[in-house]
């Protein structure tokens, strides 16, 4: 069974950063593929990043490219979305999301392992 715990979410202006973080436990983070998904009130989960077990390959949803990093420390199991000139459309609780083998690391149903997710407000 693998933990998730985020963190790092807020309350921040339009045009401003947020760091999110995601520690796990339970399985040798190494060996896990993470990833990022965010859903604002009344939509569905929204894919938003994804990063390989090495972290040597990225990929993120169109509405966030260019603005969030997903990164990763192995040795501290953690995994980061880093967010940068947030917007109001941004608004959502943001939730981790691991599994060791993935098909499609866009599709949610795809991740075996959820954390509790950290929301995330931007002000317009």
């Known amino acids: 069974q693998v933990q998730l715990v985020e963190s790092g979410g807020g309350l921040v202006q339009a045009g401003g950063s947020l760091e999110l973080s995601c520690v796990a436990s339970?399985?040798?983070?190494?060996?896990?593929?993470m990833g990022w998904f965010r859903q604002a009130p009344g939509k569905e989960r929204e894919f938003v990043a994804y990063?390989?077990?090495?972290?040597?390959?990225?990929f993120y949803g169109g509405s966030v490219k260019g603005r969030f990093t997903i990164s990763r420390d192995n040795a501290k199991n953690t995994v980061y979305l880093q967010m940068n000139s947030l917007k109001f459309e941004d608004t959502a609780v943001y939730y981790c999301?691991?599994?060791?083998?993935?098909?499609?690391?866009?599709?949610?149903?795809?991740?075996?392992?959820w954390g509790q997710g950290t929301s995330v407000t931007v002000s317009s």
């Open positions: 990063i390989s077990k090495s972290g040597a390959s990225t």
């Open positions: 339970g399985r040798t983070f190494s060996r896990l593929i």
């Open positions: 999301a691991a599994d060791e083998k993935i098909l499609v690391y866009t599709n949610s149903r795809a991740y075996d392992y």
